[in-house]
């Protein structure tokens, strides 16, 4: 089990989302929420906020919260990380990814019951599996999840957070 912080972010931060979900974390979006409703579940539910709207980071009765400055989904990323704690990072280097679609856990599946999901040449050539529990898309380690893999492992680096290869 992952003890990485829950998420949740506005309505202008869809790809950021997208992102710290393939990193693990737990991540709620709404493409449409109102304010009031976004600050609610996240106090709720314990979620650190991210915003990049100024009004709500004014708002009152907030609890956790990370106003996120750049345009550029890659620093907003790096924002994230570097505003959380960096003993995170141990948790998400062994690929514990989240659906970037939905936010559901991805489990381990048997290679046959993938079949009828993924392209023929892929489904020859691989025998590691995903599927999201909620929406049940397919995920597999192919050569976008190595493109993946690379651009966090680089954001991690700029980050200047150390991976440590004895561990
Ligand atoms: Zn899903």
Redesign the pocket.
Request: glycine content about 6%; charged content about 25%.
């Given at each position: 089990m992952s003890d990485l912080p829950c998420l949740i972010a506005d309505v202008m931060l869809g790809s950021l989302a997208k992102w710290l979900r393939i990193l693990g974390f737990d991540t709620l979006y709404f493409r449409t929420i109102e304010d009031s409703e976004l600050v609610r579940t996240a106090k709720q539910q314990q979620r650190v906020l991210l915003t990049r709207d100024t009004g709500i980071a004014r708002r009152k009765g907030l609890g956790s919260l990370i106003l996120i400055a750049s345009d550029d989904t890659f620093q907003q990323v790096k924002e994230v990380l570097a505003a959380l704690n960096a003993r995170s990072l141990k948790v998400i280097l062994p690929g514990q990814s989240r659906?970037a679609?939905?936010n559901?856990e991805l489990h381990f599946v048997d290679k046959k019951s993938v079949a009828d999901d993924v392209p023929e040449h892929v489904f020859l050539a691989l025998n590691s599996f995903f599927r999201?529990g909620?929406?049940?898309?397919v995920y597999w380690d192919g050569s976008h999840k190595q493109h993946i893999d690379e651009k966090i492992r680089k954001i991690i680096e700029e980050t200047h957070w150390a991976i440590s290869e004895s561990d």
């Amino acid at each position: 089990m992952s003890d990485l912080p829950c998420l949740i972010a506005d309505v202008m931060l869809g790809s950021l989302a997208k992102w710290l979900r393939i990193l693990g974390f737990d991540t709620l979006y709404f493409r449409t929420i109102e304010d009031s409703e976004l600050v609610r579940t996240a106090k709720q539910q314990q979620r650190v906020l991210l915003t990049r709207d100024t009004g709500i980071a004014r708002r009152k009765g907030l609890g956790s919260l990370i106003l996120i400055a750049s345009d550029d989904t890659f620093q907003q990323v790096k924002e994230v990380l570097a505003a959380l704690n960096a003993r995170s990072l141990k948790v998400i280097l062994p690929g514990q990814s989240r659906c970037a679609e939905c936010n559901g856990e991805l489990h381990f599946v048997d290679k046959k019951s993938v079949a009828d999901d993924v392209p023929e040449h892929v489904f020859l050539a691989l025998n590691s599996f995903f599927r999201c529990g909620n929406c049940g898309k397919v995920y597999w380690d192919g050569s976008h999840k190595q493109h993946i893999d690379e651009k966090i492992r680089k954001i991690i680096e700029e980050t200047h957070w150390a991976i440590s290869e004895s561990d």
